[in-house]
């Protein structure tokens, strides 16, 4: 079984930083990409930022400048530096990650969401 386990989400005022922190845990991992989605309410799910085991970074255009994304493979967690936040940020931000099971078959885990609030 794979947990994710999200932190560092909270209140912030209109252009500030958050940085939230994702941890991937299970016997024998083997991960591939890792990302950061999000969702407002009233919203569907939305990719916010990707990143492939080694490669370069994907992020949705909304993001792009004010956000980054990276990753310690040998801790299993993904990062997301958040900076100039907005209002419309506002979400519950989802960490997930794409992980072998078997020689044929990937599947994708999500953690429990942290909350991210910004305030105009």
């Known amino acids: 079984q794979v947990q994710l386990v999200e932190s560092g989400g909270g209140l912030v005022q209109a252009g500030g930083f958050l940085r939230l922190s994702c941890t991937a845990s299970?016997?024998?991992?083997?991960?591939?990409?890792m990302g950061w989605y999000r969702q407002a309410p009233g919203r569907q799910r939305e990719l916010v930022a990707t990143?492939?085991?080694?490669?370069?970074?994907n992020y949705a255009d909304s993001v792009k400048g004010r956000f980054a994304i990276s990753r310690d493979s040998a801790k299993n967690t993904v990062y997301l530096q958040m900076n100039n936040l907005k209002p419309e940020d506002t979400a519950d931000y989802y960490c997930?990650?794409?992980?072998?099971?078997?020689?044929?078959?990937?599947?994708?885990?999500w953690g429990q969401g942290t909350q991210v609030t910004v305030s105009a």
């Open positions: 997930t990650a794409n992980v072998r099971i078997n020689a044929f078959s990937l599947k994708d885990y």
């Open positions: 299970g016997r024998s991992l083997l991960i591939n990409s």
């Open positions: 990143i492939p085991r080694s490669g370069t970074p």
